[in-house]
């Protein structure tokens, strides 16, 4: 009740992790401590330059606020059917950014959910940059690998050079064998 009276109730937000022309992925809903008053605090939210902790509905796990684009009141987005979301007089669509993705500072993609028969969406890294320098630095095979059956070349005039006739001698095994000398 003293907080309510002193304007230091915790504000509810949107997180938005990262903003694209038609797409918003979404993180969730979050909580900013209204310090040192909240009045201060919507109108860092409205300029845009919020620095603080967010502390996250799902997981009470707090982060730091530049980790995310946009940080919005709860009032100013609206959620709608199907994906959708309303935010500065506009529909978006969204996507789910699952908390592995929450710190993560590069680029998101969308992709369909592959738990979601609706056609939902779900944000993942964009490794697309990782990828392209792998494929620059590791070294290209000089041909075909072919499997074969063990020995297949032994009769190759290359590989093994064939004694008199085709007889070879026995060369002694290595370790332990039987001796054979009981029969």
Known sequence: MLKRLLGKTPIDIWVIKQVEADLLHLCG??????????????AALEEGHFAGAVKMATG????NARLF???????????????????????????????????FQGRLI????????????????????????????????????????????EDHPLVAAKTDEGH??????MGREWRRDNQ
């Open 29 to 42: 809903r979050a909580t900013l401590e209204a310090r040192p008053n909240r009045k201060a605090i919507l």
């Open 60 to 63: 009470g796990v707090v982060l």
């Open 69 to 103: 684009q946009a940080l919005v009141p709860a009032e100013q987005l609206e959620p709608l059917p199907d994906g959708q979301a309303r935010w500065r007089g506009r529909d978006w669509s969204l996507s789910q950014v699952p908390q592995r993705c929450w710190t």
């Open 110 to 153: 969308a992709q369909p959910d592959p738990t979601s028969a609706s056609g939902a969406l779900i944000s993942a890294e964009d490794v697309s940059g990782i990828r392209q320098r792998v494929a620059q630095s590791t070294p290209q095979h000089p041909g075909e690998v072919v499997f074969r059956p063990e020995n297949a070349n």
């Open 168 to 173: 070879q001698p026995a060369r002694p095994k």
